[in-house]
Structures are given as C-alpha cells and as structure tokens.
C-alpha cells in the first residue's frame, strides 16, 4: 500500500471513534480538546488503518464502474473458482496489527504512508487447512516529514472458510 | 478523559476490565466498514459471505475489537500516552457478541527517561472464548 496524502480530518476522527464504541470527547469536542492535556483534537489509537480510504488501489472498496465481489441480484458480482476462503477475492483475513506510536496523530494531520512487505510463512491450521501468512510494515509520516505511526499487519490466507470457532 | 496513571500506583498483575460491546449489533459493523474503509461482504453482506463464502454470518473486522479494544487501553492510560499496541485475532466475533476486554500490568519500568507500563491484553467473548491477545505499553507519570 502507498498512500500519497491521507488527510486526517476532525469528521472521520469522529465518525471512527463512534463506530469503535468510543465516546471520548478528545475525538469529537474541538472545545473540550482545546482545554486538555493534548491541546487539540486527536485521532484514537487504530485510526491509520481508516488509511485504506485514501489508497488508490485498495481492494476491498468498491471501485466505480467495475465489477464487485459482494451480493446483488445474485449473491455475489464476479463469480470464481470454488476454494481459497476467508478472502472471498478480498486477500485473507487479518491476522495480527501492531502499532508503534511516535507521537499524538492530531486532526489536521496530513500523512503519507509507504509499506514494505515483511516476512512470509505456512503453518498447518486446525479450522481452515493449510495458513498462508504475510507481513506488511506501513510507516505514516506527517506534513512535516516525521514519523507518527509504525504499523506491521499480519495477513493469513485459508484453504477453505474456517469452520466457526 | 484526563486519567493518568501514576508509576506507584501500579502494580504487577493489577488489571482492568471494561465491557466493549453488548449484543454487537451488524449495524455497527456497517458503521466500521464506513469509517475504516473496509469494505470486504464478508463483514457486511450477509448474502454473500453464507451463500458464497460459506460462512454461517458476517462477522467483525478485527480491527472493529481492536479498535474498540483500544477504547479500554485509553480510558485507562489517558490520552495520547500509549506507545505501542499490538495484537493477535484470536477468534472470531459475531454479531450478537458481548465483549470484555482486560489490561493486566506486567511490568513497569523505565525507556528514554520516561516512566512506561506495559500491559497483557485480552478481550474474551460471553462464552470466554478470546476473540484478541496482545500487548500495550504507555507512558505513565
């Protein structure tokens, strides 16, 4: 993933802090922001993967004008080989996330983030056949060029949908 | 919220439990799919990810319980105070789900003249079941 501008604006803050069930006014009362420790509005700990909005080529968003994977007038737009669950054309599932935090995100913030593919390896799963895992590392910098967040995801593809835990 | 931790507070094995999410309704995992911008049927489109995918239910991000996860972590710490946060999906959450997540201190200690706290985490389902493992570390007074 390369995203060239992933502007961090107050809205999004708030309408990711809502659906992560956090009602903490540092994410949405500019006023009570101002008056805190932190100064101004900040972003919640996961918010860089919101990122994903901002990358031209990701592929779980619909892309205008072309064929989509989820359900319409049949229950699914593209229709492929059977096998290769979790991903449903989508690239795995999400395996591991972890975060290094350089310093507050604040809205206002104008990041990039360029990523590095990490680690490859297999393990024999219990649920779903053989896993098949991948590492990524994203650094976001800001306008200023410093770095705010490190993040490193672990994704894993399953022969087959896991069965349900 | 303007909590912060003091360094003589906090003990090894202490811990802190907050319930993220009762009944985890598919609303809300519509309303992460907006905001993320995670898309994939398989959180949204309970059509596709039965019929298609073969999976009993859409099912949560797991970013959604970290994220909400991550909710529990900063009403305690405080905000802007955590450096790090990583975690493992360890099972999967469906709508329905009630959530509990807990911080376990496990150590306390000094990193660039900073005092710091690092924490287990876990966040289990109504059944114990853990849906999230993983760890924290944040900067205390």
Redesign the interface.
């Known amino acids: 993933m390369a995203v060239k501008s992933f502007p961090v604006e107050f809205s ?1 803050i708030m ?2 802090a ?5 009602d ?1 006014p ?1 994410y949405h009362d500019p006023d009570y922001a101002k008056s ?3 100064g101004s509005v ?1 972003a ?3 918010f860089v ?5 901002f990358d031209p080529d ?1 592929g ?3 892309k205008i004008g072309k064929p989509w ?3 319409g007038k049949e ?2 737009g593209i229709k492929r080989e059977p096998g290769g ?2 991903g ?1 054309g ?1 690239g795995g ?9 350089h310093q ?1 995100l604040r809205a206002g913030d104008v990041l990039t983030a360029t990523s590095m593919p990490g680690k490859t390896w297999e393990k024999e799963g219990k649920r779903g056949g053989k896993l098949m895992f991948s590492e990524n590392v994203t650094e976001y910098r800001n306008q200023k060029g410093e770095l705010v967040v490190t993040a ?1 995801g672990v994704g894993v593809r399953t022969e ?3 069965d ?2 | 919220m303007t909590t912060t931790l003091k360094t003589k507070d906090l003990k090894v094995g202490d811990s802190f439990t907050q319930r993220l999410v009762e009944d985890l309704k598919r609303t809300q995992i519509v309303q992460y799919a907006g905001a993320s911008g995670d898309y994939n049927p398989l959180h949204t489109d309970e059509i596709f990810t039965t019929k298609v995918a073969g999976y009993p239910s859409v099912f949560a991000h797991g970013m959604l319980t970290m994220g909400m996860t991550g909710k529990m972590l900063t009403d305690h710490v405080g905000d802007g105070r955590l450096t790090k946060y990583g975690v493992r999906f360890t099972s999967q959450v469906w709508p329905g789900d009630t959530l509990d997540a807990t911080a376990t201190v496990q150590k306390v200690f000094e990193q660039d003249g900073e005092k710091r706290v690092e924490f287990e985490v876990s966040t289990k389902n109504q059944n114990g079941v853990e849906v999230l493992k993983g760890y924290a570390e944040a900067r205390v007074d």
């Open positions: 999004h309408m990711f809502r659906s992560v069930g956090d903490n540092i805190s420790a932190m900040i919640p700990p996961t993967q919101a990122s994903a909005q990701y779980l968003r619909p994977f989820g359900s229950p699914t669950g979790g449903g989508g599932l999400h395996a591991e996330q972890h975060y290094e935090y507050p490193r087959r949908p896991a349900p835990a």
